[in-house]
Protein backbone atom coordinates (compact mmCIF):
# COMPACT_ATOMS: atom_id res chain seq x y z
CA UNK A 1 0.00 0.00 0.00
CA UNK A 2 2.96 2.29 0.91
CA UNK A 3 5.28 1.83 -2.10
CA UNK A 4 1.71 2.37 -4.06
CA UNK A 5 0.99 5.58 -2.86
CA UNK A 6 5.16 6.09 -3.03
CA UNK A 7 5.26 5.54 -6.46
CA UNK A 8 2.03 7.44 -7.51
CA UNK A 9 3.16 10.87 -5.81
CA UNK A 10 6.85 10.60 -7.36
CA UNK A 11 5.33 9.80 -10.85
CA UNK A 12 3.57 13.17 -10.19
CA UNK A 13 6.62 14.71 -8.84
CA UNK A 14 8.51 13.58 -12.22
CA UNK A 15 5.81 14.18 -14.47
CA UNK A 16 6.36 18.21 -12.91
CA UNK A 17 9.77 18.19 -13.14
CA UNK A 18 11.43 19.95 -16.49
CA UNK A 19 12.76 17.65 -18.85
CA UNK A 20 16.34 18.58 -20.72
CA UNK A 21 14.49 19.30 -23.62
CA UNK A 22 12.15 21.70 -22.15
CA UNK A 23 14.93 23.07 -20.09
CA UNK A 24 16.87 24.32 -22.95
CA UNK A 25 14.00 25.70 -24.27
CA UNK A 26 13.18 27.51 -21.52
CA UNK A 27 16.84 29.05 -21.51
CA UNK A 28 16.60 30.03 -25.06
CA UNK A 29 12.89 31.72 -24.56
CA UNK A 30 14.87 33.57 -21.68
CA UNK A 31 17.52 34.37 -23.83
CA UNK A 32 15.58 35.60 -26.72
CA UNK A 33 12.32 37.64 -24.75
CA UNK A 34 13.80 38.86 -22.20
CA UNK A 35 17.64 39.44 -23.46
CA UNK A 36 18.97 37.39 -20.47
CA UNK A 37 22.27 36.11 -21.07
CA UNK A 38 22.47 32.00 -21.69
CA UNK A 39 24.40 31.84 -18.26
CA UNK A 40 21.66 33.69 -16.26
CA UNK A 41 18.97 31.67 -17.63
CA UNK A 42 21.00 28.29 -16.81
CA UNK A 43 21.94 29.66 -13.60
CA UNK A 44 17.55 30.65 -12.85
CA UNK A 45 16.90 27.21 -14.60
CA UNK A 46 19.56 25.37 -12.16
CA UNK A 47 18.05 26.78 -9.17
CA UNK A 48 14.20 26.12 -10.26
CA UNK A 49 15.17 22.54 -10.56
CA UNK A 50 17.01 22.62 -7.27
CA UNK A 51 13.79 24.04 -5.95
CA UNK A 52 11.80 21.10 -7.47
CA UNK A 53 14.21 18.45 -6.33
CA UNK A 54 14.33 19.71 -2.57
CA UNK A 55 9.86 20.04 -2.91
CA UNK A 56 10.08 16.32 -4.33
CA UNK A 57 11.82 14.79 -1.44
CA UNK A 58 9.92 16.75 1.30
CA UNK A 59 6.61 15.96 -0.55
CA UNK A 60 8.52 12.15 -0.05
CA UNK A 61 8.91 12.73 3.66
CA UNK A 62 5.29 13.89 4.36
CA UNK A 63 3.50 11.18 2.36
CA UNK A 64 5.61 8.57 4.29
CA UNK A 65 4.84 10.16 7.75
CA UNK A 66 1.09 10.54 6.74
CA UNK A 67 0.96 6.56 5.33
CA UNK A 68 2.63 5.15 8.61
CA UNK A 69 -0.01 7.13 10.70
CA UNK A 70 -2.57 5.43 8.66
CA UNK A 71 -0.98 2.00 8.85
CA UNK A 72 -0.59 2.67 12.57
CA UNK A 73 -4.49 4.06 12.69
CA UNK A 74 -5.53 0.93 10.73
CA UNK A 75 -3.88 -1.16 13.35
CA UNK A 76 -1.25 -2.97 10.23
CA UNK A 77 1.73 -4.85 11.04
CA UNK A 78 4.67 -3.39 9.32
CA UNK A 79 6.42 -5.88 7.20
CA UNK A 80 9.39 -6.70 9.31
CA UNK A 81 7.75 -7.17 12.03
CA UNK A 82 5.46 -9.45 10.36
CA UNK A 83 8.13 -11.25 9.06
CA UNK A 84 9.74 -11.58 12.67
CA UNK A 85 6.52 -13.41 14.12
CA UNK A 86 6.27 -15.52 11.01
CA UNK A 87 10.12 -16.71 11.59
CA UNK A 88 9.37 -17.18 15.70
CA UNK A 89 6.49 -19.03 14.84
CA UNK A 90 7.78 -21.24 12.74
CA UNK A 91 10.39 -21.69 14.39
CA UNK A 92 8.47 -22.66 17.88
CA UNK A 93 6.46 -25.33 15.42
CA UNK A 94 9.57 -26.83 14.87
CA UNK A 95 10.65 -27.09 18.40
CA UNK A 96 6.90 -28.32 19.30
CA UNK A 97 6.79 -30.99 16.56
CA UNK A 98 10.50 -32.36 17.73
CA UNK A 99 8.83 -32.93 21.07
CA UNK A 100 7.74 -36.18 21.84
CA UNK A 101 4.27 -36.45 22.14
CA UNK A 102 3.01 -35.95 26.21
CA UNK A 103 5.94 -35.10 27.35
CA UNK A 104 6.27 -31.17 28.68
CA UNK A 105 7.34 -28.81 26.88
Known amino acids: MFELLEKAI ?3 LG ?3 LSQKMAEEF ?3 LKDKYKVSEDEGRA ?5 QNMAKESKSK ?3 IAEAEV ?3 IDRAGLVPRD ?3 RLSKRVEELENR ?8 PC
Do not use: H, R, S
Not at 44 to 48: A, G, T, W
Not at 96 to 102: I, K, M, S, V
Open 10 to 12: LTG
Open 68 to 70: KKV
Open 15 to 17: AAA
Open 81 to 83: EFD
Open 27 to 29: VKD
Open 44 to 48: FLDKM
Open 96 to 103: LAQTEPGA
Open 59 to 61: VAE
